[in-house]
């Protein structure tokens, strides 16, 4: 009954600790010599390193080989115990998709285990637990890897590949139709160019810059706190602009950074104060939703007055991220630098505290970073792309080469189910519904 | 007919649907009773006079390799066949003809009259004998009451019918028919949800009244492909052509004038339409920006004076219909013999029914055609013949036969009824199935001839002739695949002539074939080749093969990672409420559509695969304890 052979990470990869990744199904023997040699001894622990394809190494841990049926799923069982934080372990993942492993469902290994006989009736409630929670935190960790930009380059790539599909489809199923459907070659170069768009948007996924955008701090207080100056700081770079002037920041303003291999997105915000004019309340409002959105805050204090009202007021969100004091402008005050009680004492103009401030953030990220349905949800966007610009390439071929419509049709239909895997899917209705709202069809 | 006897199977309607499923019950042996309103209406075409088209010519090899009706019958009635998509590849090729209209009722009506265990009875059905909720029966306009196992309903547009020309309406099951009204209500009594669409039909024209010198001629093939496996080849009648001609501005001011006299725009009509098949006064108004529209010429028949104008489907007021007739090129002198109508009915929501088109509610009732929601004379009669094995199948205790989305369109056609149903009538389109490739016309013999077999629809002659084909398919295969050609075997100018440029490395000739600028007779003529297949089909099976290689491994794998969980049974008793972990949205939606499998589950729109992964788990579950 079970479906192929499945991986996951069963430990969240947590900062400098170990990541374990499972792999069930016939080819978890395969899995495991393709990443880390030949098999082991059954059930001992073995060190090895993991390479990628061309033998390049990608980390170093142990494997376990569990042969079925005397296993946790009564399937073959590997097991890979890296060292690497999240980066490494989305690697890991893919290597082993590419030696035949698909990424598990929710509660799939434990479902796999039940239904192998491997777990006792009374567990069975346990499980259904477990499918229903599961499929609940991945649907909103795939919700949280899809916000903003990404979504939206997503979406427009969904529109120009069913825009194509409605030309072809209908030029297949209403041929008597004087339609203006489009010639195969020139339909060639749109595949092409969709192509490319699902390539840019899967690169910069990659990349770090939409997917991999981590947990989101917001960097947040009143105006001329001094706000802009530490994100710059942090970053190392002048990303935002800095004046002796409140209200300078009149956006968010937001960017990517690293810490110790944690991906982090840092954003600026405009300073929280009333009374202010229409851009900058424009500003605050946005700099609200931010916090709202948040992982965690920095709400920034200036240490020369640190019982100041800091603009927060009433509109604290209710469902509050964990929040750090920082005190800014120590050079000033001369507080000594570092973590206290109630907060972190630092100097955007000169770096003191800084290192101290990031470690206490990647204290309080790295659980929430490294949250296993967020990383799973972005491995399989990441896979849902590669699969997509694959069958355009298909497309794209078989259209040059002369075969038939159907086969083109087919790869595109291909790459939208692939799509559809992070939109939702177009179903035929939606696309016949646009072809009769796109054409006069019909005797 | 006995009105005493107790009948395997009755049947009631004369459609296509009707006529499908008492041709398929009584080859399968079963004593079976057709009963429709008129034997002279047996096998009529109430719209235009065609057979097949994309998706729909699929569907007729497919009834046709079930050793159906609908195909011998149009080979024998057919004034003129087309192949579409020629230029396309073969998975969306599909064949069309125009049909004579008198031709085609005679030649069903022939075939029917052949067929052993088949009785014909002329009366109208008012009532269904319910026992204990079971259907045993029906009961005629004139009090038999008349006793089944099993009773396959294909009333088509009758129930409750509704006729509307302008603002003038009146009850009707087609023009020239009555409609079923008492039917309609004792349906609507029973636990069965009801709803209502509409469809629409052009006025016809004298065609001594048309002035065809300024058209386009539209010829047929030539020679005339077939559509039946069955056919010698010397059955078609003489062939005529049809012609284009084009509505134009005149025209659609005329619409647009009296727009408010038609009942599709007054709200006098409540039924949903087909989007694909609008009629001209929704053209308009919808495409506004378009000045003109495609008009087909159809001959009615060879005999008949009257052409069917494909493309002005219509319920405007009478005058306006003439005004707008005589405002298209060629027809300014035209008369109009019958007037265009839109024709409301009864439907009943076809996810009531399990796959094999027998009602979850009353078990013995079985639905086919029109009645389910879809429009078309090949969707009605693909689910009649479906309707009738499984009747038969249903009185024997023989499983039924639910053919799969990939093995046949009867089985996209039936899975996308029974699971999602419908808000518009509902019409095939090749764009529906997602094993396009290898739902082909040409292959819909080697896909379903084997269950023909099972079901006991075909005799043992035409299974032989049929296991000869498939094995000289396999053999050509095999063949290709080992003949290996190298380079010296052919030297650079034989090799260059053959195939275009010169053999640079050993391949086999099934390599060579998948290049698509290589066809078979381009291998065959290579003098290293061997010897190639005779019959022009096992050409055309092996070449398909080649090319289609890749793509059809790939659906097979789908197809093997979807069976899975396929053809799991879901109980038709299973309390959902209990299922531990669906959510309440999901829940409502099992309880409210039954999937029979838990393949059709997982095609609920909103059901997830967490959830499929829940049902599984309670299934096993059950299971478990049952054998603890
Ligand atoms: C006006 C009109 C326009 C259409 N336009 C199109 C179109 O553009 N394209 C298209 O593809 N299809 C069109 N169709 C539909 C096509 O005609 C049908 O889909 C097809 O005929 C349905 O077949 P069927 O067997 O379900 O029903 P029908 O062919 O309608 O047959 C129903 C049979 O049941 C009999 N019957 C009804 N009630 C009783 C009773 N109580 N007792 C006994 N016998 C009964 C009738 O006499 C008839 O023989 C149109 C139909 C109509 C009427
Ligand atoms: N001495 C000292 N000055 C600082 C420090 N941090 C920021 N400043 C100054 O404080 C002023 C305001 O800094 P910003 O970073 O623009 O403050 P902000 O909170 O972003 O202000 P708004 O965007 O206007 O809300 C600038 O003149 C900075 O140079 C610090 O650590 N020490
Ligand atoms: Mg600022």
Redesign the interface.
């Given at each position: 009954?079970?479906?192929?052979t499945i991986c996951a990470i069963a430990t969240p990869p947590g900062r400098g600790g170990i990541g374990v990744i499972r792999v069930s199904g016939e080819a978890a023997g395969d899995c495991l010599t393709g990443l880390a040699g030949r098999l082991p001894e059954p059930r001992t622990a073995s060190l090895r390193t993991f390479r990628d394809a061309d033998g390049e190494p990608l980390d170093q841990g142990l494997v376990l080989w569990f042969p079925g049926p005397d296993s946790f799923t009564g399937e073959d069982v590997a097991e890979f115990h890296g060292h690497g934080g999240p980066v490494v372990m989305d690697r890991l993942l893919r290597r082993l998709i590419e030696l035949g492993a698909s990424l598990a469902?929710?509660?799939?290994f434990s479902?796999r285990a039940?239904?192998n006989?491997r777990m006792d009736?009374t567990r069975?409630?346990a499980?259904?637990?477990l499918?229903?929670a599961?499929?609940e935190a991945a649907a909103s960790a795939a919700m949280r890897s899809l916000e903003g930009a990404f979504a939206h380059r997503i979406q427009d790539l969904v529109e120009q590949l069913t825009e194509l599909r409605v030309h072809l489809?209908s030029s297949?199923?209403?041929?008597?139709?004087?339609l203006d459907g489009l010639a195969i070659d020139r339909l060639a170069d749109r595949i092409e160019a969709v192509g490319e768009a699902v390539r840019a948007a899967r690169e910069a996924a990659r990349s770090g810059q939409q997917l991999q955008e981590g947990a989101r701090v917001v960097i947040a207080g009143a105006p001329n706190a001094g706000k802009s100056s530490l994100m710059n700081a942090l970053l190392g770079r002048d990303a935002a602009i800095v004046t002796e002037l409140a209200g300078t920041t009149r956006d968010v303003l937001d960017a990517h950074l690293h810490l110790d291999g944690l991906p982090v997105q840092v954003m600026d915000t405009a300073g929280l104060r009333t009374g202010a004019d229409v851009v900058e309340a424009e500003g605050i409002r946005r700099a609200h939703q931010a916090m709202a959105e948040a992982d965690h805050i920095l709400l920034v204090v200036d240490d020369r007055n640190p019982d100041e009202d800091d603009g927060l007021g009433a509109a604290w969100p209710a469902s509050a991220a964990a929040l750090t004091r920082v005190y800014n402008k120590i050079d000033l005050t001369h507080r000594p630098p570092g973590v206290g009680d109630d907060g972190v004492a630092v100097s955007a103009l000169t770096g003191a505290g800084l290192d101290g401030l990031k470690s206490h953030l990647r204290g309080v990220l790295g659980v929430r970073a490294g949250d296993e349905a967020v990383f799973t949800a972005r491995r399989r966007h990441l896979q849902a792309l590669d699969e997509a610009a694959a069958a355009i390439d298909e497309a794209v071929s078989a259209a040059r080469?002369?075969?038939?419509?159907?086969?083109v049709?087919?790869s595109l239909?291909c790459a939208q189910d692939s799509l559809g895997q992070i939109t939702g899917a177009v179903?035929?209705?939606d696309?016949?519904?646009r072809i009769?709202?796109t054409f006069?069809?019909?005797? | 007919m006995d009105s005493q006897s107790q009948y395997d199977v009755i049947v009631v309607g004369g459609g296509h649907a009707g006529t499908e499923a008492a041709h398929a019950a009584a080859r399968m042996g079963a004593h079976t009773l057709l009963l429709t309103q008129s034997l002279d209406t047996i096998g009529q075409m109430s719209c235009?006079p065609a057979i097949g088209g994309?998706?729909k010519g699929h569907l007729v090899r497919e009834i046709d390799a079930m050793g159906g009706v609908m195909g011998r019958a149009i080979d024998r009635a057919g004034i003129q066949f087309r192949v579409?998509?020629q230029r396309?590849?073969?998975?969306?090729r599909a064949t069309r003809a125009q049909a004579d209209r008198n031709l085609y009722r005679q030649a069903v009506r022939a075939i029917l009259d052949e067929q052993p265990h088949l009785s014909l009875f002329q009366d109208t059905v008012d009532d269904l004998i319910v026992e204990r909720g079971t259907v045993r029966g029906v009961v005629t306009g004139m009090g038999l009451a008349l006793r089944a196992t099993a009773v396959v309903l294909t009333v088509g547009t009758f129930l409750g019918g509704r006729i509307h020309i302008g603002d003038h309406n009146r009850r009707g099951g087609r023009a020239g028919d009555a409609p079923s009204i008492a039917l309609a209500e004792r349906l609507r009594a029973l636990p069965l949800r009801v709803d209502r669409l509409k469809t629409g039909t052009p006025p016809r024209i004298d065609t001594a009244s048309i002035d065809y010198r300024a058209l386009t001629e539209q010829p047929g093939d030539s020679p005339a492909p077939y559509f039946s496996r069955w056919s010698r080849g010397d059955e078609h009648p003489r062939s005529v052509s049809c012609h284009i001609t084009h509505t134009n501005p005149v025209t659609h001011e005329h619409i647009r004038k009296a727009l408010h006299r038609s009942p599709m725009y007054s709200g006098e009509i409540e039924g949903v339409g087909?989007?694909?098949?609008?009629s001209i006064e929704d053209?308009v108004v919808?495409?506004a920006d378009?000045d003109g529209?495609?008009?087909?010429l159809e001959p009615e028949g060879l005999d008949s004076r009257e052409v069917y104008p494909?493309?002005i489907?219509t319920s405007l007021p009478f005058d306006t219909q003439i005004a707008m007739v005589r405002s298209i090129d060629g027809l300014a002198g035209a008369r109009i013999t019958r007037p265009g109508y839109a024709i409301e009915y009864d439907y009943l929501d076809p996810r009531d029914l399990h796959p094999s088109l027998q009602s979850l509610h009353l078990p013995g009732l079985f639905l086919a055609g029109q009645i389910n929601g879809t429009t078309g004379y090949e969707e009605a009669g693909a689910q009649g013949l479906l309707a009738g094995i499984n009747a038969v199948a249903h009185g024997r205790e023989m499983a039924p036969w639910v053919p799969a989305r990939h093995e046949a369109y009867l089985g996209v056609l039936v899975d996308d009824l029974t699971t999602?149903g419908t808000s518009e009538p509902y019409r095939m389109?090749?764009?529906?199935a997602?094993y396009?490739?290898q739902l082909r016309e040409d292959n819909a013999d080697l896909r379903l001839m084997p269950v023909a077999r099972d079901y006991g629809l075909i005799d043992e002659g035409d299974w032989q002739a049929f296991c000869a084909y498939r094995d000289a398919i396999d053999r050509e295969r095999r063949r290709l695949e080992q003949t290996i050609i190298r380079p010296a075997d052919l030297g650079d100018d034989h090799g260059a002539t053959c195939l275009g440029k010169p053999l640079r490395r050993e391949q086999s000739l099934m390599a060579l074939l998948r290049r698509?600028?290589i066809s078979y007779d381009d291998l065959a003529a290579l003098s290293a080749a061997g010897e190639a297949a005779a019959d022009p089909r096992v050409r055309e099976q092996v070449t398909i093969a080649a090319?289609?290689e890749g793509?059809l491994q790939r659906q097979a794998a789908q197809v093997e990672?979807q069976s899975?969980?396929e053809d799991r049974a879901l109980p038709a008793d299973l309390d959902y409420a209990r299922?531990?972990?669906?959510?309440r949205e999901v829940q409502e939606k099992l309880t409210h559509h039954r999937p029979a499998t838990l393949g059709q589950a997982a095609r609920i729109?909103g059901v997830?695969?967490?959830a499929v992964?829940?049902l599984?788990?309670?299934l096993?579950?059950g299971e478990?304890?049952q054998s603890?």
């Open positions: 009954m079970p479906d192929g469902e929710p509660g799939e479902q039940f239904l006989g009736l069975a409630e499980i259904a637990d499918i229903a599961g499929s489809e297949i199923d209403f041929i008597d139709e004087p080469a002369g075969h038939g419509e159907e086969l049709a087919e239909r179903t035929t209705e696309l016949l519904g009769f709202s006069c069809i019909g005797k | 235009n994309i998706g579409l998509n396309k590849g073969p998975a969306v087909p989007r694909y098949c609008p053209k919808r495409f378009r529209h495609q008009i087909f494909n493309g489907s999602r389109f090749t764009s529906r997602e396009r490739l698509p600028e090319r289609y793509y990672k899975r969980y299922v531990a972990g669906l959510s729109p997830t695969p967490a992964s829940l599984l788990v309670h096993q579950r478990q304890r603890a």
